[in-house]
């Protein structure tokens, strides 16, 4: 945490430094690009729910609400709202259903990270595991020093693993029917393409326009191989965010993958300055999506309600 507040001294005193005009460029690109993420999504609930309006400024609403949230919690805490939210939108709508409907934006999102993650290791420019935990800010370095930790964390997660199959394996036949209905959208399969598909791609290409801006308003070489780099410091940090937004991986992994790119003093920077930014603009967006939908601005409350609402219920005890 001292590592990633110094970080963001150093981009206070960066400020006069960064071009304002590909840096408007680089929000527009990104608020664009949560418009697409939420068409994507919004025709997905609408294939599993036919003959349901589902309305796409509630979809869209649910979606900037949990990005949001995400982006200043740890935990992904904001998928909980996300989930309530669309839930609420939608009459007659289950939460399995609404839950399973991410999975079908996860197999374009996953593919790409991996294609960009195997691409970044051929280019040798990622930390091997054993350098790892020395990285400043890594959210990461308790599972590996000492080893002792890593390997019980590793007990913990597959005992974790054989208690939920074990609880979902008991409804199995009821969430196989959810999660068959959240899949409507692969019928015909040119549906899926042209629903689904397109407004992912239409994002990730977003994405990569973004980065570019951003490297230009803050001086450093505008070239595919950078913004790849950076899309791919990303995705890593945002698998399992131990600190809101994944910041302490991102900072920890785009310092090492940039040597020798820029210099330290542009990169960290750089580093803070758009994950700033973009929280800035996600927490915004959170923020209107909550006050339009339940007239507050208390995003904690938001969360519980959420988190009270997707609790199973629970079952009368007998006297």
Known sequence: MDRIIDAIQEFWGYLSAIELVPLALAIACHLVKTLCTGRAWRNVLAAAYPGVKVPFRSIYGAYVAGVGINSILPARSGDVVRVWFAHRAIPGASYPTVIASSLVL??????LALVLFLWALTQGVLPSLDVLPSLPSFDFRWF???????????????????????????????????????????????????????????????RFVAIWFFLGAFGIEQSVRNVLLV???????????????????????????????????????FSVGMKITLTVVNVVLAFAAIALTLRTFRVRGAIRKARNATRPPTAPVDD
Do not use: M
């Open 144 to 206: 590996f020093d000492p080893p002792a930790v890593g390997q019980g964390a590793i007990v913990a997660i597959a005992i974790l693993v054989v208690v939920l199959v074990i609880l979902v394996r008991e409804r199995v036949g009821h969430l196989r029917e959810h999660l068959a209905q959240s899949l409507n959208v692969f019928r015909p399969r040119s549906r899926y393409l042209r629903t689904v598909v397109f407004w992912q791609l239409c994002d990730w290409a977003l």
């Open 231 to 269: 899309q791919v410091t990303q995705s890593i940090a945002t698998l399992i965010p131990i600190s809101p937004g994944g910041v302490g991986t991102e900072q920890a992994l785009i310092a090492f993958v940039f040597k020798g790119v820029a210099p330290a003093s542009v990169v960290v920077p």
């Open 106 to 111: 996860s197999i374009v999102d996953s593919s």
